[in-house]
């Protein structure tokens, strides 16, 4: 499973002795190390503190298996931790929504769509409409799966707001219980394009490093050397052109880490190109010449945002138990990108 990208409000609580509401629940992964509760909790939450965590575990609020614990238990595999408060939980309410999808294809067992960068996945606090499962309500209105009060309905995976690319969502609990499997076993094929700042030393090679939120900055991840904070992750690249003071690369996922991709390629010094979030909105190759910048922040201009784009997806039918595997187009703000790139590069080399 890949980490919650939760926004969650305080839910420190002196009144945790009287009725109680669920307000999160996680099921601890099969190959996770004991870990204190707290830094399991604090790598998995957004806008959390490890003191703001260690407050509600004081407070009674972190319950595992259904028993409060304190701030020094330490998970392991198959504990469910859950945070309760005296308080229910705001539910989210989906509003099925007719926006116009670009769907690749689609059986009785699942929906395979090509979602345009800008484009939220799931319904979250300040992302109530105008999400891909908004549109996949009103498209998939008669299924059992796909009903007003389940925010992430056939979701097995997701990718980044300002990500392109493609996505599967199961249309029956059966194909999402098996689908979900084959990502969380690692034997589902991804692959991504992306433009990178820099020239790569090498024509092929391996990112790995565990990934897991920045400690300052909880909306962002960061890379840890292996040890318990963040989960390992490996992403594996081959440069497919070298434009200049920048690369076109097609990375392959190993595993599929919140941010995965981005904070790899920051780690190594070649953010991706107009990443804000990582570093890759600056002109952070090239020349001092005017012309060049203005050049590059066309080019900002032209794909305004981080230039990332989800291209094919494979994994095993679960109806026919054969491997199937789908392609997406490169959305035009990115191609366009990649030609600006190839027409200046060509027009240095004359």
């Known amino acids: 499973m890949q980490e919650e990208n939760l926004e969650f409000e305080n839910f420190d609580d002196s009144n945790a002795n009287q009725e109680s509401y669920e307000h999160f629940r996680f099921e601890v992964d099969p190959g996770q190390t004991p870990l204190r509760i707290d830094k399991y909790l604090v790598s998995r ?17 972190i319950r595992v298996n259904d028993i409060v614990v304190k701030r020094n238990y330490k998970v392991k595999p198959g504990d469910i931790v859950t945070i309760v408060l005296s308080y229910p939980p705001r ?12 769907i690749v294809h689609e059986d009785d067992s699942f929906i395979i769509v090509n979602k345009n960068p800008g484009m939220v996945v799931h319904p979250s606090y300040g992302h109530y409409s105008g999400t891909l499962v908004n549109a996949l309500a009103f498209h998939l209105k008669n ?12 979701l097995v995976h997701r990718i980044d707001k300002d990500t392109s690319g493609i996505l599967v969502i199961a249309k029956t609990e059966l194909a999402k219980t098996k689908l979900a499997l084959q990502f969380f076993n690692k034997t589902s094929d991804r692959k991504y ?3 990178v700042w820099g020239n790569l ?13 920045n400690l300052k900055n909880r909306k962002v991840m960061d890379v840890f050397p292996d040890g318990e904070y963040g ?19 097609e990375c392959v996922l190993e595993t599929g880490r919140t941010h995965q991709i981005r904070a790899h390629f920051k780690h190594i010094g070649h953010p991706l190109f107009n990443d804000a979030d990582y570093g890759g909105d600056q002109i952070l190759k090239g020349t001092t010449f005017t012309k060049y910048k203005q050049f590059v922040q066309n080019c900002f201009k032209i794909c305004p945002r981080q ?15 054969e491997y199937i595997s789908f392609d997406s ?13 190839r027409e200046y590069t060509s027009t240095r080399e004359e």
């Open 91 to 102: 539910e989210i309410e989906i509003i099925a929504e007719d926006i116009p999808l670009t």
């Open 45 to 61: 939450m957004v806008n959390s503190s490890r003191n703001k965590i260690q407050d509600s575990a004081n407070n009674g609020n």
């Open 307 to 321: 230039a990332l784009h989800a291209k094919t997806l494979g994994f095993i039918h679960p109806a026919t138990d």
């Open 143 to 154: 299924l059992p799966l796909f009903n007003s009060k389940d925010p992430r309905p056939g």
């Open 201 to 213: 030393a090498e024509d092929e090679g391996t990112i790995t490093g565990h990934v897991g939120r």
């Open 193 to 195: 394009r992306a433009l």
């Open 329 to 341: 187009e490169i959305p035009d703000d990115m191609a366009t990108l990649i030609k600006k790139w």
């Open 231 to 249: 989960k390992h992750a490996v992403t594996h690249y081959r440069v497919l052109e070298r434009l200049g003071y920048v690369n076109l690369v």
